[in-house]
Structure formats: structure tokens, C-alpha cells
């Protein structure tokens, strides 16, 4: 399927946090009147970090909304480094999402073990209704990373070899990361290459996320 790309751009991160805590809220309203839950899957990064400090805030029926990792690093569970630990610090923890409605990702076991576990997650999730992604300086997403081979038909994959350590990482597949409502990347600092070659449909990561609704790109850079 052919990736179909909206670019919406923004003077500064904080605008795009905002807009993207704005699109995530949305998100939940559409999905909760619909099925009655929300299944969101949250990125690392600064700028959707900034967004999670901003949904901390707001009001909602936390009840309803369901957690879940596109990566995590296989580290310990209270390591500073985990996607989970931080936006447990600066969100999930602040409001009353059921506990057990946060799925993380069990990396601390190693990536096959890890991965292992998550793909029984992913596969109870079914469909998602929004996912996050952000993007690397070499186009990768979650931790999916140029030229790393994976199964396509995984849902997860167990990933080592990381150009960023720690070297070993589990990651949602493509194919289960497109296998949502919507697709929003949220985009900060000066990964101009990345875009460029994201624009010009180069074979790097990111252009391998094609849900039916298309992705959005909010940017800030």
C-alpha cells in the first residue's frame, strides 16, 4: 500500500505539543462515543513527552483509555532510559488510568522474550485507534531502524544491533503499527535529511507505516 502523507507544520515545539495533546483528545472522544474505549499507543521523544505533561492536565474519563508501547529499550524497569518510565512520571501516573490498562512492554526479560510477550498483547489489542510515532535522524520509528531485516508479518520484533544503545530494543511491527483509526508522527528538531528522503519516498522506516486513513506529520523543526 502507498504511504499517504499530511504535513502540518509549527513555529514551536510547544505549538506542536499542544496540537498534538489536542489530536490525541479527539482521538479519545471519537473512539469512547464509538466502542466505548481508547486504544492509544504512545512514542518516546521530547516533543510527544511534552504532549503527555499537557494530557495530565486535562479532565477526562480515564477509564476508558487503554495504554500501550510502540518500543521500549531492554533495560531495567525503573531505568531512567525506558519509554514507560518516563511517561509514567509525567502522565500515566498522574491521573487514574487503570493500571491495568497500561500494557508495558516486558523488555526487561531481553528482546525475544520481550517481543514474545508483547505479541500476545498486540493481538488481544486488535485495531488501534491512534498510535504515535516520532522520527529519528536516519528515519527510524520506534525502533525500527534502516536496514534492519524483520519478519513482516510479526507483530512485534525482537531488535538488536540498535545504532543508538542500548543495542537491544522490542518494537511493534509495521504492520501492526499501521493496523490503526490513525497514524500521528510528531516531529521536532533538525532531522531536515529525514524529511527530505521521507518526502522523496526513500526506503527508510517511516515510510513503511501505511494505515488505510493515511499518517499525519506534525512537525516542528
Sequence with gaps: MTQIVNWIAYDTIDQLAEAACQRVLAAAE??????????LVLAGGTAPVKAYQLL?????????????????RCLPV?????????????????????????????AELGAEAGAEHYAKVVADAGKFDLVLLGMGEDGHTASLFPGHLHNLEELTHAVHNSPKPPSDRVSISAKALSNTEELIFIVSGAKHDAIAAWKNKEDIPV???????????????
Design 30 to 39: 471519537k473512539a469512547i462515543a464509538a466502542n466505548g474505549t481508547f486504544k
Design 56 to 72: 495530565a492536565k486535562k479532565q477526562q474519563d480515564w477509564s476508558k483509555w487503554h495504554i500501550y508501547y510502540g518500543d521500549e
Design 78 to 106: 525503573e531505568d531512567s532510559e525506558r519509554n514507560s518510565l518516563v511517561a509514567e512520571q509525567k502522565w500515566l501516573n498522574l491521573v487514574d488510568i487503570p493500571k491495568a490498562q497500561i500494557y508495558p512492554m516486558a
Design 207 to 221: 515510510t513503511h507505516l501505511c494505515p488505510a486513513s493515511g499518517v499525519d506529520v506534525l512537525l516542528s523543526v
